[in-house]
């Protein structure tokens, strides 16, 4: 069996006697068809269900999910619409036109000439209009008002208008206020819909009118509470689950082949009850409208059942079984056989659970009895014993539904409670869940504020959802496709999806699995509820964190100094226990730092000066250290560190950067500062039991490095046996694996498209070094390049690097894998940059037969170039004077950056990934549009480094920047992979899906 195909329904709401009518239409006839239904909420509790605008819907939301879309009145704006055309798949509109889409509904005008015409025969001549204007349905049913009026003589008085805010029962209720108010200008009253007529009756009957007497009321939809009134509310028959059926075969036609753009319209009808003055009950049934079978007869009862959909051939089975049943009881062949016949008036009454449908399937019977010459007495006795069933079916709906309530109310206070509950309980775990009668959800949060519309984290799951319900997920993927394959259509059920909103924040949607929603027992929308309820838990529960932060920011402002904003001594040794007591589980450890030549800065410049360097010295602490980690400012020049889950060689690491950025020259109130540090380690041990012997540890530490030159550092307790051991091990395989066989056996050179952002197009490739160990586990380029870089290794793996990339371009060009001017890019290091081979190196790949020195770029940071700027500036005219492209890598996290712009042949600059990872900051935009302005002006090619979200190179374009790389467009691949993306090009669908994929400029 092939995949069901998805029908997406985009509905402002996804229950009650329209919308949910609606949807079990789409839902049973996507089920008849073999199709699933996904039924997409697009209002949010933070406008309400009165919304009468166009809600904003993220762009793209659940379109990898679904094959075709129905769209209901104000769901999706024209831009949606717009955007799922152009991807080819079909879109129905419903209660709404649309140019250029096919539409379904409901024969407005028909139905409301009908209601006038009506009303007229009546003798009435002051007919008012009741109801608002803002959905084509109601515009479309107040046109046939004032149409029938004028072609009656009478010319519709604005005064008789009533325009509502809403159509509920509280807008109609306005309404009778402002009739009453008015002095009763009407005798008969058109409603837009059955809820604002209800409204009206019951304001109009608390002001003591006798209604139909003193005023006639009438209104649209039919909805099961119009015969439940007293009197009967008289109405127009709307087929909604017909125009669900319709919709759900064009959209599934649309799969087949492309739907011409036309209206079509269901049939609508007028129903007479004692609300307009008709007795409802005496004008149901045809009571044996001659030519027409029994079957067909009953078939007639019930207009709003399609001839063909699964209602039809309910209601066909029914007739079958009582046209038999009927035949055989009034030959007197055999009595009645109640339970056949009690299951078959079922049906038909389940089908409109109304009065008039016990009087008009009586009525029916009695015709079909006289037609076949039943004998009068045991005609009447047919007739009591199936009022009996009628009755029964009556009784029993009416339990069912009290029942039905009962268990609604108990599972809404259930699921209140519990998700109210937070913060003791997190509201996104969907264990409430379990007290509905869905099978299976999901709950996606936004990611981060930047990717609200765009990006999802699936936090949790309920029901058998998979690893696929976790992680993040764009929003074209919600929900799961395991959660859309736990649908089972043949059992009714259909996949929801409801935004969680706040009227502050958007959480993010939840999805589930469930059935249609016909009646709400509350008034409000259980599924809407839910997710209402979920938006405030979530809401909820991040308060009362933002208490506890703030609980705690009091606390901990009697702890800090006040200085430099650093945490002091006290809080420093709180933190400090709190790491011994884990020394088992974590590793940690803490740096004493004591400033070389302090006191002459108090005593030469005075003591505003000293606080101006200490708290200089405290923010490149911060900058330095990672989230986490703790810096204090002890007293006087001392501070301390605590690195949190720090094995050696990141304490190293943190080490090496707090010496070098300490070490940077301070302005120090317009003077120049050079202001050193002696730092000492000790790192954690289950034998510490206080932080007083850290300290007391680090500190003799410290001062053992201040006994040295200045800007040392020395570790109390060397315990790195371990350490050093692995990473002789690490240096070993890896100069074997460079060296040992001469073939670089073990490194691998990886490649990463740089590519042009107007066009898609793949315009370069920087090659990058990949290790794979004796093990065959690929080692992190952060754990052997700096062990390359200290042992002087780095040399002979960048001349490998240089050599394979190169000549592997030039492969793909012989074969015609790339284009002539596919350029390759190649990082140089500090040592390679400055060792005596480098020409010759170069040199010698440059004589290779079909190389072009154009095609090669050598990518330095302005740190290696920048120790000594005369001489860089001779080698780099030489690689240049070569004929090789120079780029500044990391541009603008280096110093000297507009220094190495004038002072050398630089033809490009590539912006450091953390400028590109700050786009959606307008401060981030301005610092890029300032670099690629600069480059221009320059001459030089600007390349956006770190491209990870298809905004960014949007974004990137706008700005001028006209190139770029990063994950969005490819992850490093061997060769062989890289080959066949040269032939595909790049997939540009997720970011400009206008742009054709290709290879290669």
Not at 301 to 319: D, K, N, R, T, Y
Not at 562 to 575: I, K, S, V
Not at 845 to 868: F, H, Y
Not at 912 to 922: C, I, P, W, Y
């Amino acid at each position: 069996m092939g995949r069901r195909p998805t029908v997406a329904f985009f509905t402002p709401l996804v229950a009650g006697p329209f919308f949910g009518v609606i949807l079990r239409g789409l839902q049973r006839e996507c089920a008849a068809r073999g199709a699933r239904l996904l039924a997409v909420q697009t209002l949010h509790p933070a406008v309400g269900d009165e919304f009468k605008d166009f809600p904003d819907v993220p762009g793209g939301l659940s379109s990898d999910r679904y094959d075709a879309v129905v769209s209901l009145t104000f769901a999706l704006d024209d831009e949606h619409l717009a955007a799922v055309r152009a991807t080819g798949k079909p879109v129905v509109m419903v209660s709404r036109e649309v140019a250029g889409f096919p539409s379904v509904l409901a024969d407005n005008t028909t139905g409301g000439r009908e209601v006038v015409e009506h009303l007229l025969r009546h003798g009435h001549r002051r007919i008012a209009w009741v109801g608002s204007l803002e959905n084509q349905d109601t515009r479309e049913r107040h046109a046939a008002y004032e149409q029938v009026l004028r072609e009656h003589g009478i010319e519709p008085d604005p005064r008789l208008r009533y325009e509502v805010d809403n159509l509920m029962d509280w807008g109609g209720e306005a309404a009778g206020r402002a009739l009453l108010a008015d002095g009763l200008p009407a005798t008969a009253v058109v409603c837009a819909n059955d809820n604002t007529a209800i409204g009206l009756s019951r304001a109009l009957q608390e002001a003591g009118l006798r209604l139909p007497l003193e005023m006639a009321v009438v209104g649209f939809d039919d909805t099961a509470r119009a015969g439940a009134q007293s009197p009967a509310l008289a109405s127009v028959g709307q087929p909604f689950e017909r125009l669900g059926e319709l919709a759900a075969r064009l959209a599934l036609a649309g799969l087949e082949g492309p739907l011409e753009p036309v209206t079509h319209r269901v049939p609508t009808s007028y129903v007479p009850r004692a609300s307009c003055g008709c007795d409802g009950l005496a004008l149901v049934g045809r009571g044996g409208s001659v030519g027409l079978a029994f079957a067909d007869r009953l078939a007639a009862l019930f207009p709003e059942v399609a001839p063909g959909s699964p209602a039809h051939a309910e209601l066909g089975s029914a007739g079958t079984a009582l046209t038999t049943a009927l035949a055989v009881a009034s030959e007197g062949a055999a009595p009645l056989e109640p339970a056949q016949v009690e299951q078959a008036v079922r049906h038909v009454f389940a089908l409109r659970p109304r009065r008039e449908t016990m009087t008009g399937l009586l009525r029916e019977i009695q015709a079909e009895l006289r037609d076949r010459g039943c004998p009068r007495d045991i005609a009447d006795e047919l007739v009591r014993e199936l009022a009996m069933c009628l009755a029964d079916a009556r009784t029993s709906d009416a339990h069912e539904a009290t029942r039905h309530l009962r268990d609604e109310l108990r599972s809404e206070y259930d699921i209140s409670m519990e998700l109210l509950r937070a913060p003791h309980d997190d509201p996104s775990s969907l264990r409430w869940l379990a007290r509905t009668r869905c099978r299976a959800g999901c709950v996606g949060l936004w990611s981060a504020p930047a990717e609200v519309g765009h990006t999802l984290h699936l936090v949790q799951s309920f029901g058998s959802l998979g690893t696929e319900a976790r992680g993040l997920q764009r929003v074209e993927e919600f929900p799961p496709r395991t959660l859309l394959d736990l649908v089972d259509p043949e059992a009714g059920e259909l996949a929801f999806v409801l935004p969680v909103r706040t009227a502050t924040r958007d959480w993010g949607l939840l999805a589930l699995v469930g059935k249609p929603e016909l009646a709400t027992a509350t008034g409000r929308e259980t599924y809407f509820q839910w997710s209402a309820l979920l938006a405030v838990a979530l809401e909820q529960r991040e308060s009362q964190a933002e208490r506890v932060r703030l609980e705690e920011q009091l606390r901990r402002r009697a702890l800090f100094d006040e200085l430099t904003g650093l945490p002091n001594r006290a809080y420093f040794n709180e933190q400090l226990q709190e790491a011994v007591g884990r020394a088992g589980d974590e590793p940690f450890a803490m740096l004493f730092l004591d400033l070389d030549g302090f006191k002459l800065v108090n005593d030469g410049l005075g003591h505003l000066a000293g606080d101006d360097l200490l708290t200089q010295v405290a923010s490149r602490l911060l900058s330095c250290i990672r989230a986490g980690d703790v810096a204090a400012r002890f007293g006087g020049d001392e501070f301390a560190v605590l690195l949190r889950d720090a094995e050696p060689e990141v304490v190293e690491a943190v080490v090496e950067r707090l010496q070098a950025e300490l070490a940077r020259p301070y302005d120090v109130q317009g003077h120049p500062v050079v202001a050193t540090a002696a730092i000492g380690i000790a790192h954690g041990a289950p034998a510490y039991t206080g932080a007083e012997q850290i300290v007391r540890d680090a500190d003799i530490a410290m001062y053992a490095a201040k006994a040295r030159e200045r800007g040392s550092t020395a570790v109390f307790q060397v315990a790195m046996h371990d350490r050093a051991v692995d990473r002789l091990r690490l240096e070993g395989e890896l100069r074997r694996a460079i060296e040992g066989s001469g073939d670089g056996s073990g490194i691998e050179v990886h490649y990463q498209p740089i590519v042009r952002l107007s066009t898609g197009r793949i315009a370069a490739l920087e090659a990058l070094v990949r290790w794979r160990n004796s093990a065959g586990r690929l080692v992190s380029p952060a754990d052997f390049l700096p062990v390359a870089e200290e042992t002087g290794l780095i040399v002979p793996l960048g001349q490998l690097v240089l050599r394979e990339s190169w000549r592997q371009l030039l492969a793909w060009r012989a074969a015609g894998v790339a284009d002539s001017d596919l350029s390759l890019s190649v990082n140089l290091s500090h040592r390679e940059f400055w060792h005596r081979d480098l020409l010759d190196v170069l040199d010698a790949e440059l004589a290779l037969p079909g190389a072009v020195a154009s095609r090669l770029s050598l990518e330095i940071t302005e740190g290696v170039v920048m120790d000594n700027a005369a001489e860089a500036a001779s080698l780099l005219g030489e690689l240049h004077g070569r004929g090789v492209n120079l780029h500044i890598d990391d541009f603008g996290t280096g110093y000297s950056s507009l220094e190495a712009l004038h002072s050398f042949p630089i033809d490009a600059l590539k912006i450091d990934r953390s400028f590109v990872g700050r786009l959606h900051l307008a401060r981030g935009r301005e610092i890029i549009r300032a670099i690629t302005a600069m480059g221009r002006s320059l001459g030089m090619e600007v390349i956006a480094e770190g491209i990870e979200t298809p905004e960014q190179p949007l974004r990137l374009r706008a700005l001028g920047c006209p190139m770029g790389q990063g994950y969005l467009f490819a992850r490093p691949a061997p060769a062989a992979e890289l080959a066949e993306l040269l032939v595909t090009g790049i997939d540009t669908s997720s970011w400009a899906p206008g742009l054709r994929a290709a290879a290669r400029t």
